[in-house]
């Protein structure tokens, strides 16, 4: 026999393994597995990022409302007003607090990176900063952040924008009836007074420094899910609350008879009763 011939016809220990090769069937099978499992496991992420944003949201409304509340105790109790008393300068309460708790000033009419930068812990984190190009008064760029809960002040009523200017000592709040004749919503426990919520402006398809229960433009919004708004209270904690639980405990403005009192909104503007 040949010599090199035996070891030709020898199979080598190092030859290359056998391959399985996928049909196109089985091709397809995997992928439709995988957009099954896909399609599982999206709404679950879907519902835990939007989770995270209102995690931040809150945390953003607890912040905000303890710089207040260390505010007031460095200024004899009184609550920084929603907006500036110098109509020329339309300063909002942000720019305040921004000022308070870091020395910087705001500039008003600049979307400046360092302004909106500066107000982002005042403000919801689901929301962008918008242009003039989509909101009429985006110039104040100390409008887009939570609004200040106005009925602490009297409401707008007959007075106008005067009230956005008054300021408030925090142990009267919801207590005091104004000079001019304007009162606060009835009287709930700091635990249950709402100072700050999300908020909207539908005018001018913008955000509004301070908010009403129903009753202008500026409203209580459901930022993060249906049936729930953010909200941080007077005595410093931030929570997500339903309209029932509003009403009952934190003397939510009941309907009147009108049709925008009492409720709040979607971002899409649409009303919710219940």
Not at 3 to 11: A, F, L, V
Request: proline residues 5%; glycine residues 6%; hydrophobic residues 40%.
């Amino acid at each position: 026999m040949n010599q090199n011939s035996m070891y030709q016809d020898r199979p080598s220990r190092f030859s290359a393994p056998a391959t399985s090769i996928f049909t196109l069937i089985e091709l397809l099978i995997v992928i439709a597995i995988i957009a099954i499992l896909a399609a599982m496991l999206l709404p679950a992420l879907n519902q835990a990022r939007e989770k995270g944003k209102s995690i931040k949201c809150i945390n953003n409304l607890k912040g905000t409302s303890m710089t207040m509340d260390m505010y007031a105790n460095d200024f004899d109790d009184w609550l920084v007003p929603p907006r500036g008393p110098i109509p020329e300068i339309e300063s909002r309460w942000a720019d305040y607090l921004v000022k308070y708790s870091t020395g910087y000033t705001i500039a008003n009419s600049s979307f400046d990176p360092e302004n909106l930068r500066r107000l982002t812990p005042f403000r919801c984190s689901k929301l962008e900063f918008v242009g003039p190009e989509t909101y009429a008064t985006a110039k104040h760029t100390a409008n887009q952040v939570f609004g200040m809960n106005l009925h602490l002040y009297g409401g707008y009523a007959f007075t106008g924008a005067l009230i956005t200017r008054r300021a408030i000592k925090r142990t009267k709040a919801g207590r005091e009836t104004f000079s001019d004749g304007n009162c606060c919503i009835p009287y709930a426990t700091p635990s249950a007074t709402v100072l700050f919520a999300d908020t909207i402006r539908y005018a001018d398809k913008g955000y509004q420094a301070w908010m009403f229960f129903g009753g202008d433009l500026a409203y209580a919004t459901m930022v993060h899910s249906a049936g729930i708004v953010n909200v941080s209270m007077l005595d410093g904690h931030a929570k997500s609350a339903t309209l029932s639980e509003l009403r009952t405990k934190s003397k939510f403005i009941p309907d009147t008879g009108r049709s925008d009192y009492g409720y709040f909104y979607d971002l899409n503007g649409n009303q919710y009763r219940n």
